[in-house]
T-cell receptor, first 110, second 114 residues
Framework: KNEVEQSPQNLTAQEGEFITINCSYS?????LHWLQQHPGGGIVSLFM???GKKKHGRLIATINIQEKHSSLHITASHPRDSAVYIC????????????FGKGTKLSVKP | EAQVTQNPRYLITVTGKKLTVTCSQN?????MSWYRQDPGLGLRQIYY???????DKGDVPEGYKVSRKEKRNFPLILESPSPNQTSLYFC?????????????FGPGTRLTVT
């Protein structure tokens, strides 16, 4: 059983749609990261969360520690949002040790 | 410019020939880490370092060595590479201030072991 599960694996949306990507985990954590991997392969960190909610532009990330669940929302999606979105958890026992989900491939059509 | 650099970006080598992939950051970050990315398996952590002279195993450390003699550099050493180490490797660093611990990733190194 994977310790970090993302859903959906693939997602196709029309430009302008509201998008939600989910991440569930089974271990105790000290933090959760959301990453974006561009089609060219580069990886960018979007958020690091330990509680609550964070917002950056059209991106919103939430975490529910009790339910062991996080969501990444994209409002007013745009074709340039097309990328793989990766959730990673930082183990509560070994800070610095990251466990990754397998990613959600998002394609936004114009 | 704040960045994480990796060298080489591409490498084709043969089984058993020792190699080193360098990673350097110019942001004075305490934390550095190595990951490999494989189709169907996603990203997996190899080793990480919370500070100079402190290194810890990640989920897939077998076949790799690291060292952290100075803050800016965190080389990944493959003493005897094997074909199952063919992968895309990423180095990352993070300030670990507790205020913003986002990771800054290098551009990746594509390694092929024949």
């Amino acid at each position: 059983k994977n310790e970090v599960e993302q859903s959906p694996q693939n997602l196709t949306a029309q430009e302008g749609e509201f998008i939600t990507i989910n991440c569930s985990y089974s271990v105790g954590i000290s933090a959760l990261h959301w990453l974006q991997q561009h089609p060219g392969g580069g990886i960018v960190s979007l958020f690091m969360l330990s509680s609550g909610k964070k917002k950056h532009g059209r991106l919103i990330a939430t975490i529910n520690i009790q339910e062991k669940h996080s969501s990444l929302h994209i409002t007013a999606s745009h074709p340039r949002d097309s990328a793989v979105y990766i959730c990673a958890v930082e183990s509560g026992l070994g800070q610095g040790n990251l466990i990754f989900g397998k990613g959600t491939k998002l394609s936004v059509k114009p | 410019e704040a960045q994480v650099t990796q060298n080489p970006r591409y490498l084709i080598t043969v089984t058993g020939k020792k190699l080193t992939v360098t990673c350097s950051q110019n942001m004075n970050h305490e934390y550095m880490s190595w990951y490999r990315q494989d189709p169907g398996l996603g990203l997996r952590q190899i080793y990480y370092s919370m500070n100079v002279e402190v290194t810890d195993k990640g989920d897939v450390p077998e076949g790799y060595k690291v060292s952290r003699k100075e803050k800016r550099n965190f080389p990944l050493i493959l003493e005897s590479p094997s074909p199952n180490q063919t992968s895309l490797y990423f180095c990352a660093s993070s300030p670990r201030t507790g205020l913003t611990d986002e990771q800054y990733f290098g551009p990746g190194t594509r390694l092929t072991v024949t």
